[in-house]
């Protein structure tokens, strides 16, 4: 079933609901009210003629029945009958309604007074009345014919007041519905307009601030962040076809020039050698891309548990050390705390490891001097690890890239590297809920800042 009908079917079945109870309530209160006044009208004119019967001397029971057939507003098969205390009848008006009383209407009307109730189609009402210490019962009953005539004619004007509001009702919900459906369909049109080939296309944006304003808008942004990803995608592949295929070609153009002519011990020797670097790099790349990836899957998991931070700094240093002897890295470790518990992070140690080893191993790689500065600020809550070189610097407008994968600024391009390394340390920094900055000035410098929570 389409949204539109079944809106539709909710509309009208909602308000349908709310009408009919809307009328059961009128026809309930005007039957009620018909009833009472109908009663009030039968007490008063019961009251009435037992007054002139007993109270007035000069009318008699004669007299009475003139006077009550005269009446113009008598009530339909009205009769009122009068008993003395002995329960005998002294007077009657009204032959055509037989009603036979009981003793037992009489025992109630003594004992509890005024009481009403409903006998056949008649309306029985039953009033003590007392005159000069003698005590008189009136018995009156008639039919409200006119009450049930007019409880009919509303029941019918209900029913057919019901009958057209609903058809009203069903088709300006209809109606409605569609025109509130009409954005979510232009929605639809336009989504079938965006392609995997063609991603630049965006939903028209609507003019109010509702919900389906709010909701393009959301689904704009997506679109924005799809497009990001593809081209970063794209720009991936682009870069891991041409990082693989240098290496790829020196391999096969050293063996192809070596395989020409027969060569010495020391020539083929320094060939594998050669194509030996090569093949680390390729290596190296390998593991960096496995380890870029795995960590972008967020549905790894990493064992944690406390490590301490200027330890892991120490054993990076060391393995740096051990790429290139020429790299000097100094490790300054500012506000040590007293209580060596202090010192402590939860994290993976090698992921920490392999995250400050592409960090300072950059900064000695670009620093002009091979000599980079590592210094570790101990609080209460975090810990700060400042790593600066004095390389060439980045400039500006290469900052907001230098943590995407493969990126590599006109500086630093002739230094062998991949641009993997900074993107891998700031995943890893960002599984262990840390953040990472760069502020660099060209021709000075550059200072990366890694913040840490403390355990």
């Known amino acids: 079933m389409q949204i539109r009908t079944r809106l539709t079917l909710q509309f009208t079945v909602l308000v349908s609901t709310i009408v009919l109870l809307s009328f059961l309530a009128i026809y309930f209160f005007t039957q009620q009210f018909t009833d009472q006044d109908f009663s ?111 409880l009919i004619d ?50 028209e944006r609507s003019p109010h601030p509702d919900e389906m304003g709010k909701l393009i808008n959301i689904f704009n942004n997506l679109l924005t962040r799809i497009e990001n990803a593809f081209q970063l995608q794209k720009m991936f592949v682009s870069n891991v076809s041409h990082e693989l295929k240098n290496p790829l070609t020196n391999i096969t153009s050293q063996l192809e020039v070596t395989l020409l002519n027969e060569r010495t011990v020391k020539e083929y020797q320094e060939t594998i050698e050669s194509v030996l670097e090569d093949i680390k790099s390729l290596n190296h790349l390998s593991n960096s891309l496995l380890d870029l990836a795995r960590l972008t899957r967020s549905s790894d998991s990493f064992t944690m548990s406390k490590v301490r931070l200027d330890e ?31 010192l402590y992070v939860n ?4 992921l920490l490891k392999t995250a400050f080893q592409n960090v300072i191993e950059n900064a000695c790689k670009f620093s002009m001097d091979g000599k980079a500065s590592v210094s570790l600020t101990c609080r209460s809550q975090d810990f700060i690890i400042e790593v600066t070189d004095r390389g060439p610097g980045i400039e500006k407008k290469d900052l907001e890239n230098v943590f995407q994968p493969f990126f590599r600024t006109d500086a630093t391009s002739k ?41």
Do not use: C
């Not at 109606?175 to 009409?182: F, H, K, P, T």
């Not at 230094?415 to 502020?439: A, C, E, N």
């Open 415 to 455: 230094i062998r590297g991949y641009g993997v390394g900074l993107s891998l340390s700031q995943r890893i920094i960002s599984i262990h809920k840390g953040s990472i900055s760069i502020d660099s000035t060209p021709g000075e410098g550059t200072r990366i800042k890694i913040v840490l929570k403390s355990a």
């Open 347 to 350: 994290g993976n140690p090698y």
């Open 154 to 203: 509303l029941r019918r004007l209900l029913t057919g007041l019901f009958v057209i509001l609903m058809a009203i009702v069903s088709i300006s919900g209809w109606v409605y519905s569609g025109r509130a459906l009409r954005p979510i369909q232009r929605i639809m049109n336009d989504v079938e307009n965006i392609s995997p080939q063609d991603l630049s296309n965006r939903l």
């Open 312 to 342: 892991i700094l120490w054993e990076t240093r060391e393995v740096v050390s051990l790429i290139d002897p020429s790299y000097a890295i100094s490790v300054t470790i500012l506000e040590m705390p007293e209580d060596e518990s202090k």
């Open 40 to 150: 009030r009208r039968l007490r008063e004119r019961a009251i009435t003629s037992a007054i002139l019967l007993i109270k007035v001397d000069q009318v008699d029971t004669v007299l009475l029945k003139i006077i009550d057939r005269a009446k113009r507003d008598n009530l339909y098969r009205e009769s009122i009958r009068v008993y003395d205390e002995t329960g005998k009848e002294i007077y009657m008006s009204g032959d055509t309604a037989k009603i036979s009383i009981s003793q037992v209407l009489f025992d109630r009307v003594r004992s509890e007074g005024e009481l009403e109730l409903h006998y056949k189609e008649f309306t029985v009402a039953g009033i003590p009345f007392t005159d000069r210490g003698k005590e008189y019962i009136i018995i009156a009953f008639a039919e409200d014919v006119i009450g049930y005539n007019r």
